[in-house]
């Protein structure tokens, strides 16, 4: 609910700060005191658009200051969470416009753009009227609006899943055939490779073992001969033999030297040990080194062949089997891809057939809300003067999607006979804003969060019918908030709360001026209405009796 609204120096308004009620809130005035100043004043800072140049003259910026009340359940508290911005009951927007044309916005403090501004605005304040393009006018709304109205959710919800269903369908299909279509472009390449890989088989650690192995036999026809000058120096006519002899010399003299020698001997039996050891490990190494010159030629051969399929596929060596693997994955997945297609064309067939049975399940629901909606405008215009206008409210095939695959549009025809239309093309400007009220009442009661703004409803009209709108408008307003412009006396009786606009005139400046009327100046200003300049007794009497009777 709007609860105030603050203006400095935006056109003809100095500063002015209200205050609003729930119900239904009248403004009232003379033609050109700037009762629409107002609603362009809330309408910028809102984000809507409006007039190009809106600073009063001689003031470097404007300002317009507006505060809503809202309930926790009410839809601005997702956009401001999904703006990041402080969520409370109480929703501060705040709008500057300089002379230069700059306008900058704030929302609970916080400056935000333009887009998040209309974004938040759409759930606040409705505007009905000949000048709404984001109402009832827009005939994207109208299929939300008739749903909401024939309350079917289940077919609904049953449609939104059955779409989902055929949405992944579809998306498998074409993925699925996708990566066919690239498997079979490289069809030749994968045969040809993992072929080529399987027959290598390389094994982890592969390349490095044949590497060692390869150097090794390369350098084997070197070393060999100091290996075995070694191997001769340690054998029985080298170390071997001396040590042996020198343990044999020592064993003859130690019954002589005695505890002298016992030592050097266990030396010499241990060194006997260790060059057996070296011996032995000499001895392996010289069968290593004897080798077939084939076997070199072989390890070459694999070593560079596993080398030369990295550089082929642009992989590590280390990786070839991994990268085997893979190719052989794709090329299973090539091989069984017709069987995997036929399932999931099979499945998208099914899919198909379950949107289909529950969007039309959902346009037979449709169709019949539109009737009964019909039905209900029927009754709705002919007390508000509209007795010969037919609406109808057209359900036709539409682009498939979540919610169905129909379009929606609320189209009028004025006079019996003549071609209906769209409410924007057919209605003039007075009969729209009463196609507008019946609508609302037929759609909005117990349902719209939203404060409700109804420009000149009553244009055009009087009496019996300018009676009927202030009564709708006021039961409209029982279950919300709705600010009217009004010139009927009839329409203004019907408010809760009631605001005259007048235009004060100096030598240099015009003013436009809001005040709250009590009860005996509503008196005074209805019966402005009913009788012109001239207040007269019997005005006064007929403003008591339509305030008495509202």
């Avoid at 982890?204 to 090794?216: H, N, S, T």
């Avoid at 071997?240 to 010399?249: N, V």
């Avoid at 069984?336 to 399940?361: E, F, I, K, V």
């Avoid at 005259?500 to 400046?509: C, N, Y």
């Amino acid at each position: 609910m709007l609860k105030g609204l603050t203006i400095r120096d935006m056109l003809i308004i100095d500063h002015l700060e209200l205050q609003f009620e729930a119900g239904l809130n009248v403004l009232t005035g003379e033609t050109g005191a700037g009762k629409s100043i107002l609603l362009d004043c809330l309408g910028f800072v809102l984000g809507w658009r409006g007039r190009a140049e809106l600073v009063r003259k001689g003031a470097d910026q404007g300002e317009v200051t507006a505060w809503f009340d809202l309930p926790k359940d009410h839809p601005a508290h997702q956009v401001l969470e999904e703006a990041g911005l402080p969520v409370s009951d109480e929703l501060i927007l705040r709008r500057t416009n300089s002379n230069e044309g700059r306008k900058t916005a704030w929302i609970n403090d916080r400056r935000v753009s333009g887009e998040v501004l209309r974004t938040l605005s759409q759930h606040l304040v409705e505007l009905h009227g000949q000048h709404d393009d984001r109402g009832l006018l827009d005939a994207k709304g109208h299929r939300p609006l008739l749903d909401a109205f024939g309350a079917y959710g289940p077919q609904l919800d049953q449609t939104a899943k059955a779409w989902a269903s055929l949405s992944a369908a579809q998306k498998s299909v074409a993925k699925t055939e996708a990566e066919l279509e690239a498997l079979q472009a490289e069809e030749d390449f994968l045969r040809h490779a993992v072929a080529e890989l399987s027959a290598l088989d390389p094994r982890p650690g592969e390349e490095a073992e044949l590497d060692a192995k390869r150097r090794m036999m390369q350098s084997a026809a070197r070393i060999r001969e100091d290996v075995a000058k070694a191997q001769a120096a340690l054998g029985r006519e080298g170390a071997e033999g001396l040590i042996a002899d020198a343990s044999r010399w020592l064993d003859g003299a130690l019954e002589t030297a005695g505890p002298h020698l016992q030592a050097p001997i266990a030396a010499l039996e241990r060194v006997m040990v260790e060059v057996q050891d070296a011996q032995s490990g000499i001895d392996a190494c010289l069968q290593a080194l004897d080798f077939n010159p084939e076997e070199l030629e072989i390890t070459e051969e694999r070593l560079f062949a596993m080398r030369g399929l990295a550089r082929k596929h642009q992989v590590p060596v280390e990786e070839l089997g991994a990268f085997c693997t893979t190719l052989s994955a794709r090329l299973a997945a090539l091989d069984n891809s017709t069987q995997t297609l036929d399932q999931l064309r099979a499945a998208l067939t099914a899919a198909q057939s379950g949107y289909q049975t529950a969007s039309a399940a959902l346009r037979q629901a449709r169709q019949a809300a539109a009737d009964k909606l019909d039905a209900a405008m029927a009754a709705e215009l002919p007390p508000l003067k509209l007795e010969r206008a037919v609406f109808e409210t057209q359900v036709s095939p539409g682009a498939e999607g979540p919610a169905g695959a129909d379009q929606v549009a609320f189209c009028v025809a004025t006079n019996p006979g003549a071609p209906s239309g769209p409410l924007a093309k057919i209605a003039s400007g007075g009969e729209l804003s009463r196609f507008m009220l019946a609508l609302k009442m037929c759609l909005s009661i117990g349902r719209s969060q939203a404060t409700m703004m109804f420009d000149e409803i009553d244009r055009g009209v009087g009496g019996a019918t300018a009676d009927a709108v202030g009564r709708r408008l006021s039961r409209l307003a029982a279950e919300g908030q709705i600010l009217v412009v009004t010139h009927s006396p009839q329409v203004a009786a019907c408010g809760q709360a009631h605001f005259q606009v007048t235009k004060e005139q100096t030598a240099d400046q015009t003013r436009s001026v809001v005040r709250a009327l009590d009860a005996g100046e509503r008196v005074d200003e209805i019966a402005r209405m009913i009788s012109g300049t001239q207040v007269t007794p019997e005005a006064k009497a007929a403003a008591k009796a339509l305030l008495a009777g509202s």
